[in-house]
C-alpha cells in the first residue's frame, strides 16, 4: 500500500504492530531482580549485567588501590624504618616509645574497609606476617582487646611451625596476656633469624636478619573507648624491650582525635607520624574519568541520575562505595526493564547478528521515543524504509548521515556559515545531551525517581505507613477498616499512632489513654453508653505506658517541661 502512495508524512499512514506475547517466563538474577525470557532476551541480558557488574567492582578496587598505593606504601617504609631498627636521624624514638602512624581516611567510613584490607595484605606480603587489626565494637574492654589481637596473630603465626599447633591453641584458651604473646613470638620468631655460623661471619651487621614487627592496626579509632586504649597503651609500653609494637590509628576526623582520646601520660609513650590519604572527592573523580566516563564502559546514566548520585554522596556519607552501589543498582535496574538493553555491549559487526536483532527487537526499536523523534527528521520515503524494511533499519544502525538541502549565498555568509557550522559540529560532537541521540535507552539509565526512591530512605514515611495502614504489612482480614476509623484488633502501637493523629501539638496523657480504653472496650463488646466501657485495668494501662514508650522511642512524642501530665507532638502531616 504506501509503495504506491506517496506521502507528505509518514504520519499519514497507518502501522499495525504486532503485541507480544503475554506470557512471560522469568528467572530470578542478580541482586534476586525477575529477569525476563519472553523473547529470548533475559538470559543475555542477566549475563551482559553480570559481566558488567564485575567488571564495575574489579575496576573501582583497583582505582582504590591505585589512589592509595602511595599512601600505603609510605605507610610500608614507616614500619620498615622503625619496626626493623633503623632509626632515622630526624625522627628518633625513645626505647619506651611505640611508633604510630595516625592514617587520615576522611569520613568516607565505608570505604575505609577495602584500604585497610589493602594495608594488611601489603604489609603481609612484603614486611611482617604478625598483623592484627581490630573493630572498637568488638573490643568493649581491653581483655576482649588484648585476646583479639592474640587470636589474629597466634592463629597466623601456628602456620610457622605446624607441631606446635596443639600447644597455641591451648595457649590462645587459658593465658590471653601480652606477656604468653612475648614468649610465643620469641618461639615462632627464633627459626626465622637462626643464621649459620659459617653464613654469619660473612655478613655485616646491616645484612643480619632483623626482628619482624608486630603491628596492630585500629581501624575505628575515635569508636574505641579511651580507658580501654590507655590501658592497652599502658600495657604494650612495658613489653617494647621484647615485642616490636607499631600501631596505626585509622582516623575519620582530624589528629587532635588522639589529644582528645588519650590524656598526656599516655599519648607521651607514642611517637607519632601523620599520614593522609586522598579525599574521597578525588577519588569520585578518579570512578567517573576511568571506568563510567569511558566509551569503553558501555552503560551509561543520564544527567538527572547522575544527580541523584552525587547528591546521596554529598548529603549523606561521602562514601565511594555506595556511590557504586548505586550504579549497580542502575544496572540492575536498566537491564530488568528494557529489553534493548541486550545491545548494550554489543560491536558492530554483531548488531547484524539475527539473534540480537531479532524481529522482535527492531520492532521495539521503531516504539523507542528517540528513534521516533529521528525518523520525524527523515525524507517521506526514508521514512517509510525506517519503519517498513526491518533490514535496512540494521543498516541504518550502522551507518544516523543526513542529508541537508544548501541554497546560493554570497562569501559573507559562506565564510559565515562555515565557521558556525565548525563550531555546531564540535558542540553537537562533544556536548549533545544523551537523550537527544537515537536509541539512548539502550545504554543510557534514566529513571532518576526510581533510583532517589530506593537510595534516599525515607523512613519516618514508612513507619508512618506501617502504623496508619498495618493490614498491608500483616495480612490480617480483621485490620481492614475504612477511612478514618480505628481497628480494635490493631497492634497496641497503631491504635495509639491514630489516636495521636487528632490532638494538637501536646496531648494529654489521660485522655489519650481514655480514649485508647474506649477503642479497646469495643474489641471486648462492651456497649459505649454503658457503666463499665471506658473504664481500664492495670493490664490496659501497662499497655498504654509500653504503646507511649515505643511511640517516644520512635520519636514521635517527648516528654515536655510546660505541663507534667502531658507529651509533646513531633512529627506532623500523615501517610
Request: net charge neutral.
Amino acid at each position: 500500500f504506501l509503495s504506491k502512495v506517496t506521502l507528505n508524512s509518514v504520519f499519514q499512514g497507518c502501522f499495525v504492530f504486532k503485541s507480544a506475547s503475554k506470557k512471560r517466563k522469568r528467572h530470578v538474577g542478580v541482586g534476586g531482580y525477575l529477569v525476563d525470557d519472553s523473547d529470548d532476551n533475559g538470559s543475555d541480558r542477566f549475563r551482559i549485567c553480570q559481566k558488567l557488574w564485575g567488571t564495575v567492582q574489579m575496576n573501582t578496587e583497583a582505582i582504590q588501590d591505585q589512589l592509595n598505593k602511595k599512601v600505603l606504601d609510605s605507610l610500608a617504609e614507616f614500619i620498615k624504618k622503625h619496626g626493623l631498627g633503623c632509626s632515622s636521624d630526624v625522627w628518633r624514638q625513645r626505647a619506651s616509645e611505640i611508633p604510630t602512624a595516625a592514617l587520615m581516611l576522611g569520613v568516607n567510613v565505608p570505604d575505609h574497609a577495602m584500604t585497610f584490607r589493602s594495608l594488611c595484605n601489603l604489609l603481609q606480603d612484603s614486611v611482617t606476617p604478625f598483623v592484627a587489626s581490630v573493630h572498637a565494637k568488638e573490643c568493649a574492654a581491653v581483655k576482649l582487646l588484648i585476646q583479639k589481637v592474640l587470636e589474629q596473630l597466634m592463629g597466623r603465626g601456628v602456620s610457622v611451625d605446624e607441631e606446635q599447633e596443639d600447644d597455641t591453641a591451648l595457649l590462645q584458651r587459658t593465658q590471653c596476656t601480652i606477656s604468653a604473646l612475648c614468649q610465643w613470638y620469641k618461639t615462632v620468631t627464633k627459626k626465622c633469624t637462626q643464621v649459620s655460623p659459617q653464613r654469619k661471619e660473612n655478613l655485616t651487621n646491616s645484612d643480619l636478619p632483623q626482628s619482624l614487627p608486630v603491628v596492630v592496626i585500629f581501624k575505628d579509632f575515635e569508636a574505641f573507648n579511651s580507658q580501654v586504649l590507655q590501658d592497652f597503651i599502658l600495657i604494650c609500653s612495658r613489653y617494647t624491650q621484647e615485642l616490636p609494637f607499631i600501631f596505626i590509628f585509622g582516623i575519620a576526623t582530624s589528629p587532635s582525635a588522639i589529644q582528645h582520646r588519650l590524656p598526656h601520660s599516655v599519648s607521651s609513650l607514642l611517637c607519632i607520624e601523620v599520614f593522609h590519604s586522598l579525599s574521597c572527592t578525588q577519588h569520585l573523580a578518579s570512578v567517573f574519568d576511568k571506568l563510567i566516563l569511558k566509551s569503553q564502559f558501555p552503560f551509561k546514566l543520564s544527567s538527572r541520575v547522575i544527580q541523584v548520585l552525587v547528591s546521596v554522596f554529598l548529603y549523606h556519607d561521602f562514601s565511594v562505595q555506595n556511590f557504586v552501589k548505586g550504579l549497580q543498582f542502575s544496572m540492575l535496574e536498566h537491564f530488568n526493564s528494557q529489553p534493548l538493553s541486550v545491545l548494550c555491549c554489543q560491536k558492530q559487526e554483531a548488531l547484524l547478528s539475527a539473534k540480537t536483532l531479532s524481529k522482535q527487537n527492531v520492532e521495539r526499536i521503531r516504539h523507542l521515543p528517540s528513534f521516533m523523534r529521528y525518523v520525524e527528521t527523515q525524507e517521506p520515503q526514508e521514512q517509510v524504509q525506517l519503519l517498513t524494511n526491518d533490514e535496512h533499519v540494521k543498516v541504518t544502525l550502522l551507518f544516523h548521515n543526513k542529508s541537508r538541502r544548501t541554497k546560493r549565498t554570497n562569501p559573507f555568509e559562506v565564510l559565515r556559515s562555515e565557521v558556525m557550522e565548525f563550531i555546531d559540529s564540535l558542540v553537537r560532537e562533544y556536548l549533545t545531551p544523551a537523550e537527544l541521540q537515537p536509541l539512548n535507552e539502550v545504554c543510557y539509565y534514566s529513571s532518576s525517581g526510581v533510583l532517589r526512591q530506593r537510595l534516599n530512605a525515607t523512613p519516618r514515611t514508612s513507619i508512618q505507613a506501617a502504623l496508619s495502614h498495618p493490614f498491608y504489612y500483616l495480612q490480617n482480614e480483621s485490620l481492614k477498616t475504612d477511612t478514618g476509623t480505628i481497628s480494635s484488633a490493631a497492634p497496641d502501637l497503631c491504635i495509639v499512632f491514630k489516636l495521636h493523629l487528632e490532638c494538637g501539638r501536646l496531648i494529654n496523657l489521660y485522655d489519650w489513654l481514655e480514649a485508647y480504653v474506649t477503642v479497646m472496650s469495643a474489641a471486648e463488646d462492651q456497649h459505649t453508653d454503658s457503666e463499665e466501657c471506658g473504664k481500664f485495668d492495670s493490664l490496659k494501662h501497662a499497655r498504654f505506658i509500653q504503646a507511649v514508650s515505643e511511640m517516644e522511642f520512635l520519636g514521635f512524642v517527648k516528654s515536655t517541661k510546660q505541663k507534667t501530665d502531658h507529651v509533646a507532638r513531633l512529627t506532623w502531616g500523615g501517610c
